[in-house]
């Protein structure tokens, strides 16, 4: 898709999900998603299975994808939600995902299973393996599965938060198409790579990490280089190698950084994640791996990717562990903020932000070029176009 879009009201700090509002550090004003016309999320919900049963795809699988892609929203990764839908119905119309199919299990001990995608849609395989781990963490306290065969799977907490509303930490890693070049490199060979951990704490509250171990998504690239302005150091290298503030060399020839940027400023380490994902998945899991994945939306063959779900039972170790995790919570969220910021939040304040702005509009705000690809989609396909609140 053509559009690339986040809430104005963020700005992404750690990977995806770990968002602070710029407003409340810098001073700057920036427009509001509240502005913004909403849509009912049950209404979000009906209109991507409508479209992707109308190209073929299974109910059952239809509404997985549903269920990820209009929490992503929801949550306010709008990267990541409708805004990805058109990938998927094209990967379901060309043929090159399939839908006819159930993931299998390869090979499965008490606490680990292996299990072929059979090249589903990636919320099919995601909801298959993460239900699997957390029925083995509650059998015999932890449940580790990896799978071959799948594809893009949405968001990475939706999968970490499954275990978690059980009562168990809940983690999910995925490879990706190769967009990130390793520190000191010129070439890209890993993808973005992100990962998620998912933790109850008392009192209804939880800790959700979402990330990607590149500083920068690829769309907020391609974002700078439609408004022709600057991305900011870290961001991405050129086909040399160095760093570069204009975007399009990055995007011609050149990669994403690993999270932290350069070598000088930690860049190493979010090379580091990127390989550990690429291990838990690709390797593990005999996938396609690194550089032998396709290219981003390159269907010539398919994605087989790697992906890795993880369910941990906090019971069969130290009791209290969600007292403690609130405390930790509430320890960070209580210091003294830096000056110029309103408060210090924790990974997942900034998605119940937005949920809560949702819940008072009485939906899900989206840009309006997002409302006229929706309608474009709609009569696309001949299926009803989704009613604004």
Known sequence: MAVV????????NVGRAFRISIASCSGKKYSSSQEWDAVPFDEVKRFIVDCMVKVGTKRSHSELLADNLATA???GHYSHGLNRLDMYVHDIQSGITVSE?????????????YVDGQNLLGPVVGNFCMKLAIQKAEQVGVGWVVAKGSNHYGIAGWYAMQAS?????GMSFTNTSPLQVPTRARKAILGTNPLSLAAPAGDGDSFVLD??????????IELHDRKQIPIPDGWGVDSNGKMSNDP?????GG????LGGSEVTGGYKGYGLA??????????????????????????????LGQCFIAINPDAFAPGFEVRMKDLIDTCRELKPAEGCDKVLVAGDPERQHIDMCQKRGGIPYHPNQIKYGKDLAAKLAVEPFKLC
């Open 255 to 258: 990669g994403l950084m690993p």
């Open 5 to 12: 879009l986040m809430s104005s009201r963020y700005a992404f």
């Open 165 to 169: 509303k059980k009562g168990l930490l």
């Open 211 to 220: 990330m990607a171990t590149s500083t920068a998504a690829l769309g907020k």
């Open 73 to 75: 929203d929801h949550r």
């Open 101 to 113: 199919k159930e993931p299998t299990v390869l090979q499965e001990l008490a606490a680990t299973a």
């Open 275 to 304: 390989m550990l994902v690429e291990i838990f998945c690709g390797i593990l899991g005999g996938a396609a791996y690194g550089p032998n994945i396709r290219r981003w939306k390159n269907t010539d063959r398919v994605a087989n």
């Open 248 to 252: 399009k060399p990055v995007l011609d």
